[in-house]
């Protein structure tokens, strides 16, 4: 009866050492190969981009980001991430371009490998999900970027375009966005929605 029991206590080690095992590498793999799909603490945000917006301070239209959040359109005043995180950003671009920025935020970076996925470039409504990894995207095709400097995060949106990006997020912190294109009023373009919080800037509040 004691033999018995000591041998079922064993086996019974054993069963949850192997499984344990198992189920431990199980989570390295799919954690080493899912970082450019899903994760467990992986989160979608989707902004979008429209050019028909009245700007008073401007005395005309001004393109601005929205944040989408059920079929709906938000302000991008202040944008919601969670910490710790990966970060799939989805922007829907409806404005064109060109414009121009500083020679510092002409390439692509702080996301995954320094890349973006583009696709749609200037068929922003197409449904065709073809599409490819850029490193940048040249000025004269260049609409805004969503560049946050804390972060030396910069992706760069191309003319009527759909762009996928991955990041990750501090563990918490209030950061700010900008769009680092010439995109809004005045003589510098620096006005207007490039001035105002919700449109081409904001902050970011990561908890
Ligand atoms: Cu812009």
Known sequence: ???????????????????????????AISHASTSTQSSSNEYNITLVITNQNYLSSAGRDQPAFYVLENGKLMSSSQIYL???????????????????????????????????????????????????????????????????AQLNLNIMIPSQSIVVAYFHTPASGVLNWQCEVDCGAGSSGWGGAMDTPGWMQGEIVVD
């Open 1 to 27: 009866m004691k033999t018995i029991e000591t041998w079922f206590y064993v086996g019974l080690l054993a069963v949850i050492l192997i499984f344990g095992v198992g189920m431990y590498y199980e989570g």
């Open 82 to 148: 969670p910490g710790d995180s990966l970060i799939r950003m989805t922007i829907i671009n409806y404005d064109s371009g060109p414009g121009s920025v500083s020679s510092a935020y002409s390439k692509v970076s702080g996301t995954l490998n320094n890349t973006e996925y583009v696709f749609n470039n200037s068929m922003v409504n197409s449904t065709a999900q073809s599409g490819q990894w850029i490193s940048s995207v040249p000025s004269s095709n260049l609409s805004h970027t969503f560049t946050v």
